[in-house]
Nanobody
Framework: QVQLVESGGGLVQAGGSLRLSCVASGRAFSSYDMGWFRQAPGKGREFVAHISYRGDSTDYADSVKGRFTISRDNAKNTVYLQMNSLKPEDTAVYYC????????????WGQGTQVTVSS
């Protein structure tokens, strides 16, 4: 059974940066496309970013395009999310997961990591 462990969240001022990490164990990480999602208080979970299994293709939600960068290191079973120019509306719990071609999550969710952006 795969386990996902997200880390790197915290409290940051608007305009600041954070780098999130997600380590996956238990499966062939390098065979799966991966995605980042987030859930703000009182809202549903939403897609943020996707990276192909080889890391040669990425795409983003319009709300984060140009500010966030997804990357991966298959040797470390880790996917990253570099977040720059953070805004208060980026405040949410951030999760990673393997995704299918429609960006739908495939595995059980981890605990997520809280990102809070103050104005």
């Amino acid at each position: 059974q795969v386990q996902l462990v997200e880390s790197g969240g915290g409290l940051v001022q608007a305009g600041g940066s954070l780098r999130l990490s997600c380590v996956a164990s238990g499966r062939a990480f390098s065979s799966y496309d991966m995605g980042w999602f987030r859930q703000a208080p009182g809202k549903g979970r939403e897609f943020v970013a996707h990276i192909s299994y080889r890391g040669d293709s990425t795409d983003y939600a319009d709300s984060v395009k140009g500010r966030f960068t997804i990357s991966r290191d298959n040797a470390k079973n880790t996917v990253y999310l570099q977040m720059n120019s953070l805004k208060p509306e980026d405040t949410a719990v951030y999760y990673c997961n393997a995704v299918d071609f429609q960006r739908r999550p495939l595995w059980y969710w981890g605990q997520g990591t809280q990102v809070t952006v103050s104005s």
